[in-house]
């Protein structure tokens, strides 16, 4: 190589060594400070954390405590993990530039290791060398180890990060947002990962070993966490062996508003989402109003099956009476909102709050508003405020930012202790929790929170909720408190459903002029050989509750119209699916000549009393046509059946429900039927996919 090429090799080492910056510490630090901003802000929450005497302390030991009981749902607990070792993995290089930094730290190992399917635990134990591991067992995950002196911040005696600005291991770790905040992140699968323990030379990254890539732990997300109420089809019932049926009424939505996302989005929902009394009560229906000492007016219908030649409907629909608005008392309303971590999406949290602005133009000077939030605790962030004040409680709505785990306990707490100090005389008072459902924190069983609820419906306070966003909604918990608070359940996925609910159907949502009322038909076994109640599954009660005025059941809200269809098989027919006893007898003790197909009960009780009243009813034979509301409420009601693929619906089809509910649409003034059958029409396609 000749001398002026040397010349040439030394003259670019030179500008490549004056270009090369001088480091500076001030500027590092000014760039880790911008990153943990922009990292916070990237969370969801740009306000600070809200204080509480459970906020966590400085170290890994306290900080994986808090996590532990803090996050419960699967998704929540598997997320945590999951960004705790890419956090590890992203920042651990850039941090062995300088291995010198990590001065008097021991090497911590980090393993993966199979474990059982017991709960969350937090163990400490002694390593061989005498110093303190951490162990967090997440139950069908991994578990992660760390020597605590590994993991704990180096100040000096000033209190800055290192000898020279340099960021430790803890430093980031403390940058991170607190664990809760990754509550709505995709849950991986529950199912056991095979992990292969990776242990790598602690000098392989100045002296910090890093975990094993994610391709070592074999697990596949799951497509959701959302939680639904269990409960088998209703059965064909023996009227000779069975001749009382028993239900409490419901007057919930959320159910059909569940499907129509599904359907929107391009899939068919799973039985279990299909609630066929809620689809059919979701729309308004022109049923006789009440004419009488009565709240509402129960009229029965039979018609043929338009499914089935051999069988008939008994349709009952009640009509609740509407009250004229200057007629209606005070209402004082508690908003009860989940601020949670997995509340920071569009159609959640921001959507919760477009609907909640919608609902106050609804409110006069006489009504209250208050509002209380659940997070990590839960506070009260507007104290009860006259309606009319619409600037103040727009301006605590608008200042609501998602952040922590779902103390959904505390919450409901604190929202009853409100709502119990601004009742008076006269009033309504209602609860109105807006949620995702996903309550992690406090009781999370539905059952346990049933019990709750039911200690606290006596004092009068009615409870609604409203559930928000797809994922991770826990449908079973908003019924199990619905059902339990005297209250009802929708669900808003639109700001249309939001005006629907809030809006054009505010009085019935908002006032009730029945509580607890029961349906009780008997049905007469000499005309009846068997029948059905189609939906009702989650409602079903006891023959003896009907007359226990302390069995909770549904209420009724003002102009509220409600539907309940049986399918019943007369005697002698050919669609008889059930052989006669040998030794039975053939029709009971009902008397043989009684033209009466059964006998219409239902109890109810004026909002605040504990005594019922009893409304009976015959129900005649005879058939009419299934037309107009009848007919259209026949119509969702087979279309709720192909979706949770009846066995009883025979060669009935999708396009069987679009003629019908397209013959017997009417008049449709909010576009809510025409909705349906554009829905039908799309569930056909997918169906056939």
């Known amino acids: 190589m000749s ?279 979701y729309f308004p229906y022109d049923y006789a109003t009440p004419d009488g ?74 009504d209250q508003v208050a509002i209380v939030t659940y997070a990590g605790s839960a506070g009260q962030v507007l104290a009860p405020t006259v309606a009319s004040q619409r600037s103040t409680i727009l301006s605590a709505l608008d200042n609501l930012s998602a952040g922590g785990s779902t103390a959904g306990q505390a919450g409901l707490q604190q929202a009853y202790a409100v709502a119990e100090s601004m009742v008076e005389d006269g009033d309504v008072t209602r609860v109105v929790l807006a949620t995702d459902g996903d309550f992690n924190v406090g009781l999370s069983d539905p059952e346990a929170l049933k019990d709750y609820i039911a200690t606290k419906r006596d004092s009068g306070t009615y409870l609604s909720v409203m559930g928000f966003g797809r994922g991770n909604l826990d449908d079973a918990t908003m019924q199990a408190l619905a059902q339990n608070g005297n209250g009802n359940a929708a669900y808003i996925d639109t700001l249309s459903e939001a005006q629907k609910v809030l809006v054009d159907q505010f009085a019935g949502a908002s006032f009730p002029i029945a509580d607890d009322v029961k349906i009780q038909v008997e049905f007469n076994p000499a005309q009846i050989a068997e029948y059905r109640l189609i939906g009702y599954e989650t409602r079903a009660l006891n023959r003896e509750d009907f007359n226990n005025d302390k069995v909770d059941a549904g209420d009724i809200g003002a102009g509220t119209s409600v539907t309940a269809i049986y399918e019943v098989t007369p005697v002698g027919s050919d669609a008889i699916l059930n052989d006669p006893l040998r030794y039975g007898e053939a029709a009971g003790t009902a008397d043989e000549l009684s033209p009466e197909l059964g006998f219409l009960k239902l109890r109810y009780k004026a909002p605040g009393a504990s005594i019922s009243t009893l409304i009976e009813t015959p129900i005649s034979s005879g058939a009419e046509d299934a037309d107009g509301d009848i007919g259209f409420a026949i119509a969702i009601a087979s279309f709720g059946e192909l979706l949770k693929g009846s066995d009883y619906t025979a060669q009935w089809s999708y396009a069987d429900a679009i003629a019908l509910a397209s013959a017997t649409k009417g008049e449709d003034v909010y576009g809510y039927r025409a909705e349906a059958i554009r829905l039908m029409r799309l569930a056909a396609s997918l169906s056939e996919q």
């Open 293 to 366: 000492p009565h709240p509402f007016q129960p009229t029965v219908s039979v018609v043929p099956t338009p499914w089935n030649q051999g069988t008939q409907l008994v349709h009952i629909a009640i009509q609740g009476e509407k009250p004229a608005v200057e007629d209606r008392p005070p209402l004082n309303l508690v908003f009860l909102i989940d601020t949670s971590g997995s509340m920071n999406q569009s159609n959640k949290l921001p959507l919760l709050k477009q609907s909640l602005s919608l609902m106050l133009s609804q409110l006069t000077e006489q």
């Open 3 to 281: 001398d002026n090429t040397h010349d040439d090799l030394d003259d670019l080492k030179s500008a490549l060594r004056a270009a090369t910056p001088t480091p500076d510490a001030s500027k590092r630090m000014a760039d880790i400070a911008l990153a943990k901003k922009n990292f916070a802000d990237l969370q969801g929450s740009r306000i600070d954390v809200r204080p509480t005497s459970e906020r966590p302390q400085n170290g890994l030991i306290r900080g994986v405590r808090n996590m532990i009981t803090s996050l419960s749902t699967r998704g929540a607990l598997t997320a945590t993990t999951a960004m705790v070792a890419l956090g590890l993995v992203v920042a651990l290089p850039q941090m062995a530039q300088k291995p010198d930094d990590f001065r008097g730290f021991s090497s911590p190992e980090i393993t993966a290791v199979e474990t059982s399917d017991e709960a969350p635990v937090l163990e400490m134990e002694e390593t061989a060398g005498g110093e303190p591991t951490a162990t967090v067992d997440l139950g069908n995950r991994t578990v992660l180890q760390a020597d605590q002196d590994a993991l704990t911040r180096s100040r000096d005696d000033e209190g800055r990060i290192g000898s020279d600005g340099y960021a430790t291991l803890s430093d980031l770790a403390e940058a991170a947002p607190e664990p809760e905040a990754f509550a709505g992140a995709p849950a991986l699968s529950t199912a056991k990962p095979k992990v292969a323990k990776r242990e790598q030379p602690a000098e392989s990254l100045g002296g910090i070993v890093a975990p094993a890539p994610a391709d070592d732990v074999l697990m596949q997300p799951e497509s959701d966490t959302e939680a639904y109420p269990q409960a088998e089809n209703n059965p064909l019932k023996i009227t000779t062996e069975e001749p009382v049926s028993t239900f409490s009424i419901d007057v919930d939505t959320a159910s059909y508003a569940i499907v129509r996302n599904s359907i929107s989005n391009g899939q068919l929902p799973r039985p279990e989402m299909v609630r066929i009394e809620e689809m059919v009560n």
